[in-house]
């Protein structure tokens, strides 16, 4: 309660202070026409070298709010025309009217590329995805970017709400709350992914990952790790959080939302100068979420808070320092596991279970805390005008203490705990507990990177010159119990309220050992990467990249500071190849990529040999397009990927039933397509649909040939349409829907032990908005069918029903 009335005192101080500095500001307006008289549309209008403006609308009327006193190079720009330039004076309280005229007609200017910023949901390149900036028909891999507009129109307030964007990428797990675990975990190209980057670099989550602070979120596809390692990103490719920065100006927004099962949040974004000659700009983005659940007893409340500072030092150097730190707490939502085999179940779907959906199997809300603290810098140095450096430091800290029960569908012929002699048929939950003791991960990066342009005779070279250093440190206690007790799976159980956390530490004192999993460990990783985007021709692009990394485990060892064991050190030559041919410069490309990732690996085969690391190894071809004036952009491609040296057991030695033997295979292969539309204006379409089809090899009997049952659904789509009134009286308002499509997902798939599937869904949202300059009003309805559907990681989770979201921002 403390912390709810210092977190509102805050909140109705920065509010108060806020719009106190809002009197102070002045607005910019005024209208671009063309020589013959016409609005000039879609045309950038900018305070220069200040970072702030707009673009005019329709009738060629533009408006800059927030400018404080001063003196100021008004420019107008767009591509295809000649920039003017205007200086323009403010005085505290004074709003200022310019009008411009530029050189082009009406006709003239159709024929331009005038559209920039109306595809608001396209980002049309990145510095993260190559580190360098390079636009998306330049880059010959794959990826999709969530921009801030997407996420307004849609009311996202974390990354799992903006992952329904990103085409292929399915949701497995909801965030586990524990130290470093990385937030959810994801399916993407058949291999599991979690968001832990953050601007490219170490930024892992314990809980939620909370959107107060995204700018964008990047879903790069296809193992990446030749430019981002191994540790923090998977085969499927990797998830990268870019935050918001400090701006020149004030300025900022004060958002409530509310909704179903006590939804409440509150958040802030407060940017502002420092010092008077305008150096130093900070920013503070703040969060409190609570989220209740259709379940009972399964909620998660949490504090956030982002602070972030810029100083630029000269024209030659700057410095970013920022921070992001959450806490709270929060009760595991059911994951229904299976006593094996499923086949002895009676049934073979989620949907034939049986169990209430409404049911978490706990009496009392049995919660973890949780906090993490990331902390960033980074220096910014040009030599000149083609040479650059860039410096970044992170600082990770997760932990996590509490509950994380979890249960088991037991078949009634389960030996243990039923009748051996029974038919099949599954009429109990085993309740089950794993919880973590004061668990704790530190992950430190420092990153070197040079940037450089140059040429070699006649060809342009773009080149990333980097230095990598990562280092984890884990203090991670596990204990658990495997079966606290059986009830009825329909919940009418004489026991059904027993499983309480009382219980539950008094079940733990009474055993006389209780299971624990240390995971005490530290591990240092030193690369260097180079990579180089060769321009051969104005339309034909290389790539050429490749990372060499030394990866040095110290070793586990437990609390108690027993000696480590099991360390060993490894050295992996990383490659990636991209070729990007242009037929129509600057709006189609022709891309095909070979991309590696790898994981390192301990222990010996069944020979006594040590194992090498793991390999994957991707191929894949495709087009992209940037057609109609930016109207319209998307891409297909077919990729195929092959790990090999995978780990699996060895029959060959009877008197070794332990043994292992490194050549298993996984072929994991597909097809991706996206499109992000802007037809008409006020029009916006995200669009798209994701094939994956993969099978072991040289895998035991049992799964050989078979799907990996850690996959998620073969098919799966998604869509969002948005349309927002740019005249008239409707003006500002707009309405959006959509929705997710994930066909039968089989989540345990061998010979023994049967087949399971999660069924096939169709999840539809919606939400209307109304977006004033001043002030935005939402309200938004997810899984408005209200269907009931599961998601899995070997596990069968009920996700939400109907839920209704209103939310108010007022802007300063």
């Known amino acids: 309660m403390l912390k709810i009335k210092l977190f509102s005192l805050t909140f109705l101080l920065t509010f108060t202070s806020t ?27 900018g305070l220069k070298g200040k970072g702030m403006g707009n673009v005019t609308n329709e009738k060629g009327i533009f408006e800059i709010q927030r400018v404080k006193p001063g003196s100021y190079t008004l420019r107008v720009s767009a591509v295809g025309i000649q920039n003017i330039e205007k200086q323009v004076v403010i005085t505290a309280g004074e709003n200022k009217t310019v009008d411009f005229v530029i050189n082009q007609n009406s006709n003239q200017l159709n024929e331009v590329n005038i559209n920039q910023g109306v595809n608001k949901y396209i980002a049309k390149k990145s510095e993260f995805v190559s580190k360098m ?57 058949g291999f599991i992914v979690q968001a832990k980057l953050r601007n490219g670099i170490a930024g892992n989550v314990t809980g939620r990952n909370d959107a107060a602070n995204l700018e964008n979120v990047e879903f790069i596809k296809g193992p990446s790790a030749t430019l981002f390692g191994s540790t923090l990103t998977s085969y499927g490719g990797l998830i990268n959080r870019i935050t918001k920065k400090p701006f020149e100006g004030m300025g900022g927004a004060v958002s409530f939302s509310t909704g179903s099962y006590d939804f409440n949040r509150v958040s802030t974004d407060f940017n502002f100068p420092v010092d008077k000659d305008n150096h130093i700009y900070a920013r503070l983005n703040t969060s409190y979420n609570y989220k209740g659940s259709f379940q009972e007893n399964v909620y998660d409340k949490g504090f956030f808070i982002a602070p972030s500072l810029s100083y630029k030092v000269n024209d030659k150097l700057d410095f970013v320092f920022d921070a992001e730190i959450a806490n709270g ?36 809300a049995m919660k973890q805390k949780y906090n993490s603290s990331n902390f960033f810098g980074q220096a910014n140095y040009k030599f000149n005008d083609n040479w ?99 009830t009825k799976k329909d919940g009418t159980g004489a026991n059904y309220n027993n499983f309480t956390e009382a219980n539950l530490a008094a079940f733990y004192a009474a055993l006389p050992n209780v299971p624990k999993y240390p995971y005490n460990f530290k591990t240092n990783t030193y690369s260097a990467y180079v990579s180089d985007v060769i321009n051969l021709t104005d ?83 495709g087009v992209k397009t940037n057609i109609f004036n930016g109207k319209l952009t998307g891409s297909v491609s077919y990729y195929y990927i092959k790990v090999k040296d995978i780990v699996r057991g060895y029959n060959g ?7 292992q033997i490194q050549d298993g295979n996984k072929i994991s292969k597909g097809i991706e397509a996206e499109i992000i539309a802007n037809p008409v204006n006020g029009l916006n379409i995200i669009a798209g649909f994701a094939y994956n089809d993969n099978h072991l090899e040289n895998a035991s009997p049992d799964v050989e040939g078979r799907r990996d049952a850690y996959s998620a659904a073969p098919y799966s789509a998604n869509l969002w349409i948005s349309y927002k009134f740019a005249t008239g009286s409707l003006k500002g308002f707009g309405l959006g829907a959509g929705g997710n499509y994930a066909s039968d997902n089989k989540i345990v798939n061998s010979v023994s032990q049967g087949v399971f599937i999660l069924p096939a869904y169709e999840v539809f949202n919606a939400s209307v908005f109304y977006d004033h300059h001043r002030f935005r009003l939402g309200v938004k309805a997810d899984n408005f069918t209200n269907q009931k559907y599961w998601t899995g990681y070997s596990t069968m989770n009920p996700q939400d029903l109907r839920t209704f979201t209103g939310s108010v921002t007022y802007k300063f």
């Open 19 to 45: 719009l106190c500095f809002a009197q102070q500001f002045s607005t910019i307006s005024g209208t671009v026409t063309t020589s013959d008289g016409k609005p000039a549309a879609y045309i950038s209008v």
């Open 133 to 189: 900036p390079l636009n998306n028909l330049e880059n010959p891999q794959v990826y999709t970017t969530i921009t801030k507009e997407t996420m307004a129109d849609q009311l996202v307030f974390s990354v799992d709400d903006a992952a329904r964007n990103a085409t292929g990428v399915q949701k497995m797990w909801e965030a586990t709350s524990r130290g470093g675990d990385g937030g959810a975990y994801y399916a993407s190209r």
């Open 329 to 364: 707490k929060s009760t595991l939502k059911p994951f229904v596991f299976f006593y094996f085999p499923v086949k002895d179940l009676g049934f073979d779907r989620a949907d034939q279970s049986g169990i209430p959906y409404d049911k978490s199997f706990t009496a009392d």
């Open 388 to 486: 650059s450096s860039h410096t970044s430091f992170s600082s990770n800290y997760s932990f996590s203490n509490g509950r994380g029960t979890y249960l088991f569908l037991v078949p009634n012929n389960y030996p243990p705990l039923g009748n051996p002699t029974a038919a099949p048929g599954a009429d109990l939950i085993s309740r089950a507990d794993q919880s973590t003791d004061n668990s704790k991960i530190f992950t430190y990066e420092v990153q070197q990177n040079f940037n450089g342009t140059f040429n070699l005779g006649s060809v342009k070279n773009r080149m990333v010159l980097g230095l990598d250093y990562l280092r984890q440190n884990s203090d991670q206690l596990f204990y658990s119990i495997d079966t606290f007790d059986l």
């Open 539 to 621: 339309r034909l692009i290389a790539l050429a990249a490749l990372r060499v990394d030394r990866f040095d485990n110290k070793g586990n060892s437990d609390r108690a500071g027993s000696a480590p064991k099991g360390a060993y050190k490894q050295t992996v030559f990383s490659p990636k190849f991209g070729l990007v041919f242009q037929p129509i410069k600057d709006q189609l490309s022709l891309f095909a990529n070979y991309q590696n990732g790898f994981n390192n690996l301990n222990g010996i085969d069944y020979q006594g040999n040590a194992f090498k690391p793991e390999q994957a190894n991707q191929i894949e071809g």
């Open 653 to 659: 030695d009877p008197s070794n039933p332990n043994a």
